[in-house]
């Protein structure tokens, strides 16, 4: 059977990451979450007191550091060596490092390599360049997008969750500014692949929009219905 890429990109708070799994679940596909990677390489300039003004320096440290992911969706783990630091990647300082930390070109040539590496066995992959850098020729290329107080509600409900004491007017004003870095940094840009299926979740519940992805998927791959099968029976 041959592997199924399925590469979703969108900025901020557009629903990635919970649609990504979301859709390994169901099609018993590998997850990658590279933004977790970004925030890894984030963790690991802040730790080391690396001057993020200095790229050379930062792309080093990229380049030297052991990033794995583990688990299964609903339980992903992010590994720096043999350390776990998928909490510890979540704080608001490590958020606002990874935007920056992300808009290196060295720094997303090593993501990229290493991106390539754990998808080619087939993936369900989300970040800003997976459709139009990492798996330019996935089998299928969303682009999800919503309102940007809309998204800004969703981050912000997300990170309250976690005990975090941003408001949303902060939220949203982070937000916009990082939208405005990612899609204008001079590599890897987020922006909308050619070939991308744009899809709009404002005014959508979260499970509408899997079904409007689920549904495209399925009505154009036998390969996506045997692995929904294969799922359905080992559960």
Do not use: W
Not at 31 to 47: F, K
């Amino acid at each position: 059977m041959p592997p199924l890429i399925i590469a979703i990109d969108g900025p901020s708070g557009s629903g990635k990451s919970t649609l990504g799994r979301m859709l390994s679940r169901a099609l018993n596909l590998l997850y990658i979450d590279t933004g977790s990677m970004y925030r890894a390489v984030a963790l690991s300039v802040i730790e080391n007191q690396v001057d993020a003004g200095d790229p050379e320096a930062v792309i080093k440290l990229s380049e030297e550091l052991d990033i794995n992911l583990e688990g299964d969706p609903d339980s992903l783990r992010t590994f720096i060596g043999s350390r776990d630091v998928s909490e510890l990647i979540r704080t608001d300082s490590v958020t606002s490092m990874s935007s920056i930390v992300s808009a290196i070109p060295g720094v997303r040539r090593a993501m990229v390599a290493r991106q390539r590496e754990l998808g080619k066995r087939g993936a369900v992959l989300n970040g800003r360049d997976i459709t139009t850098v990492v798996f330019p020729d996935a089998d299928y290329k969303f682009f999800l997008t919503a309102d940007p107080v809309k998204r800004a509600e969703r981050r912000y409900l997300e990170d309250h969750l976690k005990n975090s004491k941003t408001t949303l007017d902060e939220t949203l004003t982070d937000m916009i500014e990082r939208d405005r870095r990612d899609t204008t940094r001079a590599d890897s840009p987020l922006k909308v692949a050619e070939d991308a299926i744009v899809i709009d979740s404002t005014g959508k519940s979260i499970d509408q929009t899997f079904e409007e992805m689920l549904s495209v998927i399925k009505e154009n791959s036998q390969t996506a219905f045997e692995r929904c099968d294969e799922k359905s029976a080992t559960d």
